[in-house]
């Protein structure tokens, strides 16, 4: 029996993802998505109180997703920054391979300033994509930025902002907000109808943009960009 109540559960998320996707979290229904659930609308109230709660288990399970893609690559022995690129081609593909993923981003920007406030993906994103930078910032892989090992500005003092070797924290939130701008931009692009593989080049050709200041032109090529075709 409680098996089969959540693999009721599962097919309702589905469902929900697919639809707050295609048709935005106003205009999907819940009758329309216990129909597409092959559910009826009591079996849906009794796994969801509300819109508001499906909604709330699709983000959850767009981030338990990329939370694991995260993990996996980091587990994989992928280097800090390396794992932030293989991140964002797992962004580009799997917001062609998975509803929740898309949905989850359309519900954090139509629910925005909603009140009791909905969890927040975009933020998750930004919060994985600013984890791992800081992450390849600490582990030395910045250096074309002026970061050394330490997480410290290396580079020229006026530039930093402060005394040679001492953190430069105006260079540090400049970088960070260039990479999460760029990287946010990605979920732009597959909302205009881009196929995975006019997406996957578009993110292939942001690192060849970002990567050489960020880790100098010489070590560019110790790095993977292109995503798997």
């Not at 997703?65 to 996996?72: I, K, P, S």
């Not at 991140?87 to 954090?108: C, G, K, N, V």
């Not at 946010?184 to 597959?190: A, D, F, M, P, R």
């Amino acid at each position: 029996m409680q098996e089969r109540s959540e693999r009721t559960r599962r097919r309702l998320v589905f469902a929900g993802a697919e639809l707050f996707h295609r048709h935005g979290y106003a205009n999907a229904t819940l009758g329309d998505i216990a129909r597409a659930a092959g559910v009826t609308k009591g079996a849906l109230y009794f796994h969801f109180a509300s819109k508001d709660d499906l909604a709330d288990a699709v983000q959850r399970k767009g981030c338990r997703l990329l939370q694991e893609a995260v993990t996996g690559l980091r587990e994989g022995g992928a280097s800090p920054l390396q794992a932030l690129i293989d991140t964002t081609h797992w962004l580009a593909r799997t917001l062609h391979e998975d509803a929740a993923i898309p949905a989850s981003f359309r519900i954090t920007k139509e629910c925005a300033g909603q009140e009791p406030a909905v969890l927040d993906f975009h933020e998750a994103w930004l919060a994985s994509v600013c984890g791992l930078l800081r992450m390849a910032r600490d582990a030395g892989e910045l250096a074309g930025a002026g970061f050394d090992g330490d997480g410290r500005f290396g580079g020229d003092a006026e530039l930093a902002g402060a005394g040679a070797g001492e953190l430069g924290p105006e260079r540090w939130e400049e970088a960070e907000a260039l990479v999460a701008a760029a990287l946010s931009g990605i979920e732009v692009l597959s909302g205009t109808g881009l196929s995975y593989e006019e997406l996957r080049r578009k993110v292939a050709a942001l690192w060849g943009l970002l990567l050489p200041s960020l880790v100098g032109a010489a070590r560019v090529g110790e790095y993977r960009t292109a995503g798997v075709a």
